[in-house]
């Protein structure tokens, strides 16, 4: 995998890359945190923001196409090279033990 590449973040978990509003409450007080919207894969660029602007950059009459840099099968590609390398990881461990 390029887990190697290090991973870019375009902002903070304190503010929304797309509307800069702080992370929003429930009514119940539970803070709701900012979700990871990868702009690239391959190197990792990541933009934290809010679900409701994370669908405005997948609008499909009108993405937010500067927010998304990568092909089409990149995510795919992207957790399936995750998974490997969990597995690999898990099986090292497993070595270890035994």
């Known amino acids: 995998m390029h887990s190697e590449e290090p991973t870019t973040y375009l902002n903070s978990k304190d503010k929304c890359l797309i509307c800069f509003g702080k992370p929003e409450k429930w009514e119940n007080g539970q803070n709701v945190d900012l979700i990871k919207h990868h702009v690239s894969y391959f190197p990792q660029v990541i933009a934290f923001v809010h679900y409701q602007c994370h669908a405005k950059i997948h609008d499909p009459n009108k993405p937010l196409t500067q927010f998304i840099q ?4 990149d995510s ?7 998974e490997e390398d969990r597995k ?3 099986e090292n461990q497993n070595a270890k033990v035994n």
């Open 70 to 73: 990568y092909e089409k099968d």
């Open 76 to 82: 795919i590609k992207f957790y399936n090279e995750k």
């Open 88 to 90: 690999r990881n898990q």
